[in-house]
């Protein structure tokens, strides 16, 4: 696939922090109840931990009780992309921009979607909302 965002392996290992570069490049998942966002509550934006594309709204997270972060849709539809994961049965779910594994997504959401977006920690970054006034 075309990424608008591309950068060698090298590049990428020097970017980011082992863990994120096992998750988000090898395909890695993080064990369950061990990331920063499982059970983080704060308001605002999830934007790609590879590129800073923004992914989720704090308003679409809910507790999935996986232990992963988990979110009923995307901050735009566009912001991810859909691919049959190699075992065949998951469907991974990538950035739009960079490519980069940020989970997988089940059809065991809560409505009205009735999708799970379930993401790695280390595949997100934190961005609060701004305060306004
Ligand atoms: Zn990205």
Known sequence: MGWKITRSDEEWRRILTPE???ITRQQGTEPPFTGEYHNFKGEGIYVCSNCG?????????YD????????GVPVLEI???MATDKDGMRTE?????????LGHVFGDGPPPGGQRYCMNSAALEFVAAKCKG
């Open 20 to 22: 994120q570069y096992r």
């Open 53 to 61: 594309n923004p992914l989720f709204n704090s308003a679409a997270k």
């Open 64 to 71: 999935s009780g996986t232990g992963w972060p988990s979110f």
């Open 79 to 81: 912001s991810v992309v």
């Open 93 to 101: 779910v990538l950035c739009q921009r960079c490519g980069a594994h």
